[in-house]
């Protein structure tokens, strides 16, 4: 793998890492391996963000997710990302999502974060690969409530990667912005009766409570799914530079799998779900069962 594209990805699981720390361009230097000049330019060329804007609008999107949620007070976050005075925190707060953080804290409504992707995933998907069965996949059984689902439909996707040709990765963010019932948002792949005639099998959306009455992003729409049981698979951790291995190994189980030894058949009633492939936690896809 070229060694520029790997110099970029460290620095960007570096600024992760420390995020809630102040990160200098000596920083990103001395863990690319190449002079702060040139560090500079390659992060740039790579990512279309200089180092100091990048880190900004993480912090940025971080500490909206921390107000949203009640989790710590403006002058707290201020601080901690950095900034010398509430004012100043509040300026950029509102430059990046066009309110001030008093407002937002009062009424939360879907914003678009900042949500990087890693350099180097597109490159690992040109890469030839051997795909295994993952031996050591966790299955468990779990309940989902009646719920909505705010989502946004593609016209032909099967897939995550053919849903962002067509719809765009960055409306991750605003998904992520948008406080949902199991912690995060998901991708979907809908059942025929949940499909509309033009639109894709594959989408993503946010689970909401069923009595949800908060805004609709624009080209968006509520979809009620009935309670459900599901099946979750999930995956050993995976090194980021492994994820599409992780993703078709798990993939692969559930396609030989039989959830007859566990009482059940699987659901062809309601969506089956992927969740954001995290290297700590293993990747995770659920899929709806019905006891037999």
């Known amino acids: 793998m070229d060694d520029k594209i790997i110099a970029v990805q460290a620095m960007q699981d570096y600024i992760e890492q ?45 500490s909206a997710i921390k107000l949203r949620d009640g989790k710590a007070k403006i002058i707290d976050i201020a601080y901690e990302l950095g900034f010398q005075s509430v004012d100043g925190y509040q300026r950029a707060f509102a430059r990046e999502f066009g309110c001030n953080p008093s407002e937002y804290t009062r009424h939360p409504f879907p914003l678009q974060l900042f949500i990087p992707y890693g350099v180097i995933y597109n490159q690992i998907r040109k890469e030839p ?7 050591n996949i966790h299955v468990s059984l779990i309940h989902k409530p009646k719920r909505k689902v ?24 605003l998904l992520t912005s948008i406080k949902s019932i199991s912690g995060e948002p998901v ?12 639109t894709s099998e594959y989408v993503q959306g946010v689970e909401v409570a069923i009595e949800y009455d908060g805004i609709i992003p624009e080209g968006f729409e509520v979809v009620e799914f009935e309670e459900a049981d599901y099946m979750m698979f999930q995956g050993e951790p995976f090194l980021e530079k492994e994820y599409c291995q992780a993703i078709e190994s798990v993939q692969l189980t559930i396609e030989n799998y039989d959830p007859e030894k566990m009482g059940y058949c ?10 954001e492939p995290i290297g700590a936690r293993g990747y995770i896809e659920l899929l709806p069962v019905m006891k037999l």
């Open 18 to 62: 420390h995020i809630d720390e102040m990160i200098s361009l000596a920083d990103l230097a001395r863990v690319s391996l190449f002079s702060p000049w040139y560090t500079h330019r390659l992060f740039k060329e790579y990512t279309n963000y200089t180092p100091s804007d990048y880190v900004r609008r993480l912090k940025l999107s971080k």
């Open 266 to 275: 699987f659901d062809q009633e309601n969506p089956r779900i992927q969740l």
């Open 187 to 198: 991708c979907l792949w809908l059942p025929e009766c949940y499909r509309r005639k033009g």
């Open 150 to 173: 705010l989502l946004k439909r593609a016209i032909t996707a099967k897939d995550y990667f053919e849903y962002c040709e067509e719809v765009g990765c960055e409306i991750w963010g």
């Open 129 to 135: 690969r051997e795909v295994k069965e993952e031996k």
